[in-house]
């Protein structure tokens, strides 16, 4: 059985040592760091609990709580292992900067009245924003901001091997970094697994440092002690003898760092924005929390997997970490385009692909750019195959072919170099000119010729010759001119127009008379195109 979101909640103990150090905090504010922020709480974003889905089964993980903002709630069989409501103060943290980005620990939901916010004991008081000018204005100081939710999927799966119950949650830190989570679980082991994927959305590279942290509440009780070269937390110290583990247990790859330490301390730790210290407090009994951070180089506009198994053993059994994550895809050759040259409306460009190590699948995406800089490009609608044809509108743009490469651990983008101008379609360079009918011979010997230029065609000047001699020098903006046939004996006279644009090009007609014949040896009205030379 597994539901997207609980209606009610099991009477819980949640330990009474934990109340009463928070409360104690209040008195120490000058002596703690963080005291103030822990204890009195940070302050509410959205004023309402933050919605989660439940991966329901019959255990001993029995309740997986994942928040839309990526924090995390475990009950296992009957008690919640994590302080301190649904979600509590668990889950995924990402900082680049001069920020750390967090779930919206204030809005979670307590183990009370349902839908009342339970005040969180991190020291997380995340604002909805935090401006660049507050990050200039004092760089060390904290800067925590929430995760702004972009979806969660429902859970699905039969919580078998080959088919675990999941859930995939995926949130949006600032403007630069996106987090695809999902949280998966085989029914009846000790321990779920979390599969982090953080995305680049910059065309530049972008270094980040990625945490995954939880408050220690080993099956009800609320201290610990540490184990030497782990970080987890168990019930006996090093545990030894094995006692109860809660750990974060992450993939040999890539490289991750560990702390165990008190509560505070831990969220402390991360909350400098830091790669953790690999240490423990593994002989102190106190109330504990433990973390794990990697430091990641984001790819342009690419992707970083790692995974780490939440662990909840009540015999002290540490599962095998999981296997690495496959190396996103990377780029060997990029792509390109054919013919090379700048293209013409009509005339189809091919894509070719490139190669990418590790890729299963690929996407592609043409787009029109207004200028030769990529940052005008924008996705042609329905342009999604390795061909494009351009159109019209494409005409004195640029075209640039897009190739995404993915696997299960995240995409690669690639551009091709782009191409352009586009050109439009090649067109005739002629012109039309419409030449009125002349008379007849016997009743007018002056011919008013008409012409009309088309096509785009500016002329600069107009002559006219009459039988090869030259009789009307006109401007080019002239449309018509009156030539006289006086005096000309019977016969065939032959009157040519020719025209002249600025660029030297030459366009020319003729039309042919027999004088003194009733009728022309053309038809009335005939239109002729200025052909040209």
């Known amino acids: 059985m597994h539901s997207s979101r609980t209606g009610s909640h099991d009477p819980v103990h949640l330990g009474v040592a934990r109340r009463l150090l928070v409360a104690f905090a209040l008195v120490l504010l000058t002596a703690l760091t963080f005291a103030g922020a822990a204890s009195a709480g940070g302050t509410s974003i959205t004023g309402t609990a ?30 919640l292992e994590l302080y301190s409501g649904y979600p509590g103060d668990c889950g995924t943290m990402v900082s680049y900067g001069g920020v750390l980005y967090t779930p919206d620990f204030e809005d979670h939901e307590g183990t009370g009245q349902e839908g009342e916010l339970e005040e969180s004991a991190t020291p997380f008081d995340a604002k909805a924003l935090v401006t660049p000018e507050e990050v200039e204005a004092d760089p060390s100081a904290e800067h925590n901001q929430a995760y702004t939710p972009i979806s969660q999927s429902p859970v699905t799966g039969t919580g078998s091997e080959a088919d675990p119950l999941k859930v995939v949650t995926v949130v949006q830190a600032g403007v630069k970094v996106r987090i695809t989570q999902t949280d998966s679980y085989v029914v009846g082991q000790d321990y779920y697994t979390v599969a982090i994927v953080t995305e680049n959305l910059t065309g530049s590279p972008l270094e980040v440092e990625l945490y995954r942290g939880q408050d220690c509440y080993l099956n009800g009780i609320d201290n610990g002690y540490g184990v030497e070269g782990t970080g987890e937390c168990s019930t006996t110290e090093n545990n030894e003898p094995a006692g109860y583990v809660e750990a974060l247990v992450p993939s040999s790859s890539p490289a991750s760092h560990y702390l165990e330490t008190g509560y505070y301390s831990n969220w402390e730790a991360i909350g400098t924005r830091q790669p953790l210290s690999d240490s423990c407090d593994c002989s102190t009994y106190e109330d504990n929390a433990d973390s794990v951070s990697w430091s990641l180089t984001l790819p342009s506009a690419g992707t970083q997997a790692v995974s780490v198994e939440h662990v909840f053993s009540l015999t002290g059994t540490i599962p095998a970490a ?30 070719a692909q490139g190669s ?3 890729a299963e699948s690929y996407s592609y995406q043409w787009m029109r750019c207004t200028t030769a ?84 065609v500016r002329l600069a000047s107009v002559s006219i010759t009459l039988n090869r001699r030259t009789v009307r020098r006109l401007s080019g903006a002239a449309r018509s001119a009156k030539i006289s046939m006086v005096g000309l004996p019977a016969g065939k006279v032959t009157i040519k127009i020719s025209g002249r644009t600025r660029s030297g090009k030459t366009y020319t007609n003729t039309r042919v008379y027999q004088l003194c014949r009733p009728v022309p040896t053309e038809a009335s009205g005939t239109s002729l195109f200025l052909s040209h030379h």
Not at 54 to 75: F, H, M, R, W
Not at 373 to 395: H, K, M, V
Not at 426 to 433: G, L, N, Q, R
């Open 50 to 79: 933050t919605p989660y889905a439940t991966i329901s089964s019959a255990g001993p993980l029995e309740d997986i709580y994942v928040g839309n903002d990526l924090s995390c709630q475990i009950k296992r069989e009957g008690t």
């Open 322 to 351: 999981p296997p690495a994550p496959p190396a996103a895809p990377t780029v060997s050759t990029g792509p390109s385009v054919s013919p090379a040259g700048p293209p013409t409306v009509g005339q189809p460009l091919t894509g």
């Open 356 to 358: 990418y190590p590790g």
């Open 373 to 456: 800089d990529p940052a005008s490009c924008t996705a042609i609608a329905g342009a999604t195959s390795t061909t494009y044809t351009p159109t019209a509108a494409d005409a004195g743009d640029y075209l640039e072919f897009v190739v995404t490469a993915t696997n299960s651990s995240g995409s690669v983008l690639a551009k091709a170099t782009l191409v352009g101008p586009v050109a439009s379609v090649a067109t005739k360079t002629t012109a039309i000119v419409k030449v009125a009918p002349p008379a007849p011979c016997a009743s007018a010997r002056t011919e008013t010729l008409h012409w009309l230029t088309k096509a785009g």
